[in-house]
């Protein structure tokens, strides 16, 4: 029994698995700031534009049967605000961001020769394989 709760401890502390819970709070947390963004600021701003913010009274009645269309419009148009919101307002800066981070890219350290197609250093003037001049590289 001594073993199963020292196993069990160890995985419960392992990093992993502190990351994924950890992951997984931020994530319920960032849902609940990314939901509040869409009903409360993305979609009366769309119903302001198209002068109608609830489908959900939409349908249409065959043999008795109803079918709300309308409700699949408002969660269809939900999902297509909180995508748009979440690559828009999120993804794009995040993006950016990384970007300014990582900075640009390393110069290449090699360079195929047109001659033979071999791959040579890219300072080289002279092909190690076939011996052909290598064209100079402009300077930028």
Known sequence: MKNILKGFKEFVLR???VDLAVGVMIGA???GVVTALVKDLMTPLIAAI?????FSTFFFTVNGSQFL???????????LITAATIYFFIVIP????????KGP???ATTKTCP???SSIPAKANRC???TSIQPTREKK
């Open 15 to 17: 990093g992993s698995v």
């Open 29 to 31: 947390a960032f849902n």
């Open 50 to 54: 198209f002068k109608q913010p609830n």
């Open 69 to 79: 269309y309308g409700d699949f419009i408002n969660n269809l148009i939900s999902f």
């Open 94 to 101: 995040i993006n950016k961001l990384s970007g300014i981070r």
């Open 105 to 107: 890219p390393p110069e």
């Open 115 to 117: 001659e033979c197609l």
């Open 128 to 130: 190690a394989y076939c």
